[in-house]
C-alpha cells in the first residue's frame, strides 16, 4: 500500500508564491492537490514525480477553493508515465477487529536533507506517514482525522509541505491531506473524497482525464469485494456492465421494486435476481447501487458492491459493523453456494450494524434457491421471502431496439474517444472513431424482439470498431469483429512484454481460453493454467523438452497484464459473452479435443477443474457443442471428474438442462466403459450415480448435493497451503477435513439404515428383557437405566466410527469391543430355553451385535458422510 502511495506522490510547487506541497496522481499527467498549495490563478504551477529530475509545467483544470482542492494537468509522457487510474473510495465500518492501516507519503518539512555534506542545497525527501482513521473523528467537521503511529515532528510547523498527499486504504484514494490539528500533533486532518466527488464539474473533469467516471467503494472493505475493471481499449472493458459505458433502458419499474425491497424494515434479508445471461442483471444491480449511494434528502447514503469471489479474508462480521446501509452483489450465485453460507452465518450471528441487503444474481432459482432459503431460514436471517426477474422485454420496456443500438452505437464511441483522450490506445489505434458509424451489423435491428438486450449492444459496438478498423469488417458476424479487437488488444499487451517477434496469437488465444475456463486464485494456479494450455496448444507437434520455464512466467505476466484481478486472485478473465465465443473457436480449432483434454491436464487442482467444468456447463447453454468434450472427459477419467460433474449439475443448472447433461454423461460413460481396458467396477459406479441423478431430477428434488456431500470448492488441494486468514466469520471445522459421502446406490442407503435401526431396536430390547427378568426388589432397577445408556453407547460408536477417519491402532478398537462385550453379558443374563441346534449364544451374540454395529457404522457415513483429512 505504501509502495502505491509512493509511485503517486509528486512535488507541487508555485514559485512565483513560493509555495511548495504534495500532490497525488490521479492517473498520467492528472493531479490531485490542496488549493493552498497550487494557488492557481497567481503564478506558473509546476509537478515533478519520484522518477523525474526536473519539474514540468502543469495547467489548472479544475478547482474548489472552499474545498481547499485541485486538479492538474500535465504532459503524461513525464509525470506518472505508466500509472492506472486510481480508484476512488470511502471508509463505511467501525470494526477494531480489522480497522485499517491508512497511509500518504509526501514531503514534509521535516525530511528536509542537504545535497551532501558540504553543499548549500537543500532536497526535500519522502516520508510515508501510516494511521487509523476512526471513522466518527471529526465528522461534525466532515474531515477524516488520521491518528498518527510512529514518529512526529518535534513541532507542528515541520509538517509544512504534506498538504495535498492523497491518503489511501487498502491501495484505494480515500481522501486529500488538508491540515494540521494543532491541538493534536499526531492528529492530521483530511478532507473526504465524497466532497470532491458531489462539487460541481469534478467527476466530468475527472473522466474527460482519465476515460472512466469516478465512483466511490468502500475502501475498508476492499479485501472482501470485487472492483471495477481497469479502463482499457478492449472488447471485454467495453461491454462490461460494470465499465456502465451503456445506459439501463427499460427496466426503471424493477429498480423501484429493488430500492423499496432494500429500504424494508429488516436488520437483514436476501433476495434472488434471476434471468437469462445478456438480459442486463448486472448492470441492473449497478443501477440501484448508484441511485442508493447517491442518497436523497436526510437519507444516509448507502455502500457496498459485488462481493469477491476470492475475498482476501473471509471474516465477514466487519460488514456487520457497517456504519452505512450496505447493499452486497454476489454473482453467479448458483456456484458459489458455500461463500454465500458463510457469509450469513457470520451476519446472522453478531450484527450490530446498519441494514444490509444481500442480492443473488443466477440465471435461474428453481433448484439451489429453495434449498439455500431454506437453510437460511433455520438460521433465522431475515424474511428472505424476494425473488425478482429480468427478462428480455424488460429492457425494451418504453424502448425499441432501434433507439437502444442508436444510444448504444453512441456510447462507445464517446467511450473509446475519452479512452483514447486519457492515452489508453497507441499510435496503431485508428481515429475514424464515431457515433454514426455505417450498419452493417445492425442491419434490420429496428425488427429485432425478445432478444437479451447484450446482442443489440454487439451489433452497435461491431459496427462502432468495423468503421474505425476496416480490415475487421471483413467478418461476417458481430462477435467476430468483437473478437478481432479483443485479439489486438492483447497482442499490444504481449508485444509490450514479449522478445520481439515470439508473439503468437493462437497460442495468445489458447491460453486466454485456459485463463478464463480455470481461474487462478494464487500464482501457482496461474503457473499451472499457463502450463496446461501451452501443452495442449502443442499437443501432437513433437515437442521433445518441457517449455522454458521463463517463457512460462512471460506468457503469465501477460495474462496478469492484460485481464488484471479485480478481486483477490491471481488474474480476471475475458469477459463473456466474448469467453463464449473464445471457447468455441479454440475448441473448434483443436478438432474437439481441447475441453477434454484441459480437463484431464495434470497440472490443474482439483478447485480449478471444479471451475472449468463449471464454466463450461454455464457456457454451454448458448453453445450446447461445448457439453461434448466435458462428457468425453468425465466418462475418461470418472472417479476424478464425476463427483466435479454431479456437483456442478446440482448447485448450477435447471433441470432441463441439468437433464441434457445427465444424458450426456451416461451416453459417454456407457461408450467409455465399452473399452477393453476399462475398469468395470468404475464405470458401474458411474452408471450408479448418473442414474439416481436422472431419478432426482426427473421428480424435480432439489437435494442432489447428497449424491455426493458438500461442494468440494470448500476443499484444498494438499499440495497447497490455505493463504486465507480466519476470523470469527470463519468456518469453525479445520479446513483439511472434508465431509465426504460414499457414492452407493439409493437401495443399498436404505437397507443398510434399515438394518441400522433394527441393530438399535435389538440394543434397546436386549437390557430390556434382562432387566424384566431380574427383581425389582433388589438391584433390578439399575438395569434399566442401562437400557438408554446402552442405545448411546452403540450410536456413539457407529457415529465415530462412521463419521470420521481413524487410524489402524489396537486402541481404537477398545470402544466397539466394549460395547458388544457389555451387551452380551446382558443378553445372557436373560435364561429362556436355548434351542441345541444353535451355536452356543456366547459366540451367537458377540457375532450378531458385530454385524448390527457395522451396518449401523456404515448408514451413518451414507447418510451424513464421514469427516476425511485431504492430507490424506
Not at 542545497?121 to 473523528?137: F, M, N, R
Not at 436488520?267 to 442518497?295: C, M
Not at 438460521?379 to 429492457?395: C, M
Amino acid at each position: 500500500m505504501a509502495g502505491g502511495a509512493a509511485l503517486r506522490t509528486v512535488e507541487v510547487t508555485n514559485q512565483y508564491k513560493d509555495s511548495y506541497g504534495t500532490g497525488c496522481l490521479i492517473a498520467p499527467g492528472l493531479v490531485l492537490t490542496a488549493y493552498h498549495v497550487a494557488l492557481p490563478g497567481e503564478g506558473s504551477v509546476a509537478v515533478r514525480d519520484t522518477a523525474s529530475a526536473d519539474f514540468t509545467e502543469a495547467v489548472v483544470v479544475w478547482e474548489n477553493a472552499e474545498l481547499d482542492a485541485v486538479l492538474l494537468k500535465a504532459d503524461r509522457a513525464l509525470v506518472g508515465a505508466g500509472l492506472g487510474v486510481v480508484r476512488w473510495g470511502e471508509l463505511v465500518c467501525d470494526y477494531p477487529g480489522r480497522r485499517p492501516v491508512c497511509s500518504m507519503t509526501g514531503f514534509p518539512k521535516a525530511m528536509r536533507r542537504r545535497a551532501s555534506s558540504r553543499s548549500e542545497q537543500y532536497v526535500d525527501d519522502l516520508k510515508t506517514v501510516e494511521g487509523i482513521i476512526a471513522p466518527h473523528t471529526g465528522s461534525r467537521s466532515r474531515l477524516y482525522g488520521l491518528e498518527v503511529d510512529g514518529a512526529v515532528p518535534t513541532e507542528v510547523k515541520n509538517w509544512q509541505g504534506l498538504s495535498g498527499a492523497g491518503v489511501f486504504c487498502n491501495g484505494v484514494l480515500i481522501g486529500l491531506a488538508r491540515l494540521v490539528d494543532r491541538q493534536w500533533d499526531r492528529t492530521l486532518m483530511v478532507v473526504p473524497l465524497s466532497h470532491l466527488l458531489a462539487a460541481d464539474g469534478f467527476t466530468p473533469t475527472v473522466a474527460a482525464h482519465t476515460g472512466m467516471t469516478p465512483s466511490l467503494q468502500p475502501a475498508d472493505l476492499r479485501p472482501l469485494m470485487d472492483n471495477a475493471p481497469d479502463p482499457q481499449l478492449s472488447s471485454t472493458y467495453l461491454l462490461d456492465p460494470r465499465s456502465q459505458v451503456t445506459d439501463l433502458t427499460g427496466v426503471n419499474g424493477l429498480v423501484r421494486q429493488i430500492e423499496q425491497w432494500c429500504k424494508g424494515p429488516d436488520r437483514i434479508d436476501v433476495a434472488a435476481v434471476t434471468g437469462l445471461g445478456g438480459t442486463g442483471k448486472s448492470r441492473l444491480l449497478i443501477e440501484v447501487l448508484h441511485r442508493l449511494t447517491a442518497g436523497s434528502g436526510d437519507q444516509r447514503p448507502w455502500s457496498g458492491g459485488f462481493l469477491a469471489d476470492h475475498p482476501s479474508h473471509t471474516d465477514y462480521q466487519v460488514l456487520a459493523a457497517a456504519s452505512y446501509p450496505l447493499l452486497l452483489v454476489v454473482d453467479l450465485a448458483e456456484t458459489r453456494l458455500p461463500q454465500i453460507r458463510d457469509l450469513m452465518a457470520a451476519l446472522a450471528s453478531s450484527h450490530e450494524g446498519a441494514v444490509i441487503r444481500v442480492l443473488l444474481l443466477a440465471r435461474g432459482h428453481d433448484t439451489w434457491w429453495p434449498a439455500l432459503r431454506r437453510h437460511l431460514r433455520t438460521r433465522s436471517v431475515g424474511p428472505i421471502g424476494h425473488a425478482f426477474t429480468l427478462t428480455a422485454d424488460n429492457a425494451l420496456d418504453g424502448h425499441n431496439p432501434e433507439d437502444i443500438y442508436v444510444e448504444a452505437k453512441a456510447a462507445f464511441a464517446r467511450r473509446i474517444r475519452l479512452l483514447q483522450q486519457a492515452g489508453h490506445g497507441d499510435d496503431s489505434w485508428p481515429d475514424r472513431v464515431v457515433a454514426d458509424a455505417p450498419r452493417l451489423y445492425g442491419a434490420g435491428i429496428e425488427y429485432t424482439t425478445r432478444q437479451p438486450v447484450i446482442y443489440l449492444h454487439i451489433a452497435a459496438l461491431a459496427d462502432v470498431l468495423a468503421h474505425a478498423n476496416p480490415e475487421f469488417a471483413l467478418n461476417d458476424h458481430p462477435m467476430e469483429v468483437l473478437l478481432a479487437n479483443e485479439v489486438e488488444y492483447v497482442r499490444r499487451v504481449a508485444e509490450a512484454r514479449l522478445p520481439e517477434g515470439t508473439v503468437d496469437d493462437k497460442l495468445l488465444r489458447t491460453l486466454v481460453t485456459a485463463q478464463f475456463l480455470a481461474g487462478a486464485r494464487t500464482a501457482q494456479d496461474g503457473r499451472a493454467a499457463v502450463r496446461a494450455g501451452f501443452d495442449i496448444h502443442h499437443r501432437g507437434y513433437g515437442i521433445t523438452a518441457p517449455p522454458d520455464a521463463r517463457q512460462l512466467a512471460a506468457l503469465d505476466d501477460v495474462l496478469t497484464a492484460a485481464y488484471p484481478a479485480t478481486d483477490g486472485a491471481h488474474w480476471g478473465a475475458v469477459g463473456e459473452p466474448l469467453a463464449a465465443a473464445w471457447l468455441a473457436e479454440v475448441e473448434a480449432d483443436s478438432g474437439e479435443e481441447f475441453i477434454e483434454a484441459f480437463l484431464q491436464h495434470d497440472s490443474l487442482a482439483t478447485k480449478q477443474r471444479h471451475q472449468a467444468l463449471s464454466t463450461i456447463a454455464r457456457t454451454a447453454q448458448d453453445q450446447p457443442g461445448l457439453a461434448a468434450g466435458a462428457h468425453r472427459a468425465v466418462a475418461a477419467d470418472p472417479e476424478c471428474l464425476l463427483p466435479l460433474a454431479a456437483q456442478t449439475i446440482a448447485a448450477e443448472l435447471g433441470t432441463d438442462q441439468a437433464r441434457q447433461w445427465l444424458t450426456g454423461l451416461e451416453h459417454a460413460v456407457a461408450h467409455r466403459a465399452a473399452d477393453q481396458d476399462a475398469d468395470p467396477d468404475t464405470y458401474q459406479w458411474a452408471h450408479n450415480l448418473i442414474s439416481e441423478a436422472q431419478q432426482r431430477t426427473a421428480a424435480e428434488c432439489d437435494d442432489l448435493e447428497l449424491l455426493i456431500g458438500e461442494p468440494r470448492a470448500q476443499e484444498v488441494d494438499p499440495q497447497e497451503e490455505p493463504d486465507r486468514e480466519s476470523g470469527p466469520g470463519a468456518p469453525s471445522v479445520d479446513s483439511r477435513l472434508v465431509l465426504v459421502k460414499p457414492q452407493v446406490a439409493w437401495h443399498i442407503r436404505y437397507v443398510v439404515g434399515a438394518l441400522g435401526l433394527c441393530h438399535l431396536t435389538l440394543v434397546g430390547a436386549i437390557p430390556t428383557a434382562a432387566a424384566l427378568s431380574t427383581s425389582i426388589r433388589t438391584d433390578g432397577w439399575i438395569l434399566w437405566l442401562f437400557i438408554p445408556f446402552n442405545v448411546c453407547l452403540h450410536l456413539t460408536v457407529a457415529s465415530s466410527f462412521g463419521g470420521r477417519q481413524y487410524d489402524t491402532i489396537p486402541i481404537t478398537w477398545v470402544m466397539p469391543l466394549f460395547a458388544i462385550g457389555l451387551t452380551t453379558l446382558s443378553a445372557l443374563m436373560v435364561e429362556p430355553r436355548w434351542p441345541a441346534e444353535l451355536p452356543p449364544p456366547w459366540l451367537l451374540w458377540p457375532a450378531l451385535l458385530a454385524f448390527g454395529l457395522t451396518a449401523l457404522t456404515f448408514a451413518w457415513r451414507f447418510w451424513f458422510g464421514q469427516l476425511q483429512d485431504t492430507r490424506r
